[in-house]
């Protein structure tokens, strides 16, 4: 019973969040360290986005016209492995994808058309665990990230920088994780608090544009002044994950979490581009989500849950490559333990999106209404025990 609800918990993982604020897409849990005995396992899920609006018209020169979906589906590949190091240390290691971004818009809508941005992380976390205590332990480790990324703005909202592009090529850079947890294994009962530091990385980039003429009708002709290499500091942000499970009755578990996410650590502020514009390419706000399940043992061999998951909205006026704003999410999974030692999990998520309206300028103004969004997304986790 113990076995299949400790799983249980874990599986709200597997389905993988639809959609989360900013640039998440995982919520880099420690918990695998929390298994019994030695321990692997791989994820893979998939996840479906569909975000669409309306442009808004610049009367008389441009109408109001739909934007098809922006966001492309994603993948989540995951894999870990947890080793017992005596009685009171344990070992892990995880690979999984934090941060990304896919959004394209339409090269056909006159306001935002040919804008894209494309992101993407892969980290490995290797993590120790020391148990203090039966009730008590502390766990710590370090995350190695590789990230890469480009961005275009095109479209009567970018104004004369339309046609800018920037790529920002691979780098790597190291961040930390550090976090305790009480138990008390007779209820299932455990609180982990855990801490994700910010990862900076040092990316060579490279931008180019349309000429810009630094002088309006004066006598300076324009320049290529977004044009050329550099390096840009970019973070990937901080983020803390208070997880709690307890039972509550016979075979039934009560689970939750509140993650906190900085998502204004992330800036892409490439140098020509702010020397013209004055500002940077990105500008997100912080996340708290919040998250409450049930599971429940229904035999020796099958467990299900059920979990919803809250993102308030934050200012209407977003970025143009994060078109959302909040969402609440719904996932319902299973657990089937083939064997004492092998377990195949699975789930779905689907996510309502916030609404929101992308901005560009400064002051900000709004581009665009994006309304009634969703997201589906679908996993599988097979686990081992050896």
Known sequence: MKRILFGASALAMCAGLAQAGGIERTTQSALVLYEKGNHAELSFGSVTPSVSGTSRAVPPVLPAVGIGNVADDYTLPSAAIKLDMGEK???????????????????????????MATASTSAITALLKYQVNPSF????????????????????????VSGYKVTLDQASATGYVVGAAYEKPEIALRVALTYNSAIEHSMATTESGPLVDPDGAGPIPALPLLNGTSTTKVKTPESWNLEFQSGVAANTLVFGSIRRVKHS????????????????LIDLDD???????????????????????????????????????????????????????????????????????????????????????????????????F
């Open 89 to 115: 240390m344990a070992f892990a290691l995880i690979f999984d994808k934090p941060w990304g971004a896919d959004v394209a818009y339409d090269p056909t809508n006159p306001m935002l058309g040919g804008t």
């Open 137 to 160: 332990s502390v766990f710590g480790g370090f995350r190695h990230q590789k990230a890469e990324g480009d961005i275009t703005l095109t479209g009567a909202a970018y104004g004369a």
């Open 265 to 280: 650590q992330f800036r892409v502020d490439p140098t020509n581009f702010v020397t013209v514009t004055g500002g940077g």
């Open 287 to 385: 996340t708290t989500t919040y998250k409450l399940g049930v599971g429940r043992r229904f035999n020796e061999k099958f467990s299900g849950l059920v979990s919803v998951s809250y993102e308030a909205a934050g200012n209407d006026l977003v970025s143009p490559l994060a078109p959302t704003n909040g969402n609440t999410t719904l996932t319902i999974g299973g657990a089937y333990s083939i064997n004492e030692n092998v377990t195949l999990s699975g789930g779905v998520s689907y996510a309502w999106l916030g609404d929101a309206k992308p901005e560009t300028g400064t002051p900000d103004v709004a581009r665009a209404d994006f309304t009634d969004n969703h997201a589906l997304g679908v996993g599988m986790k097979i686990a081992f025990k």
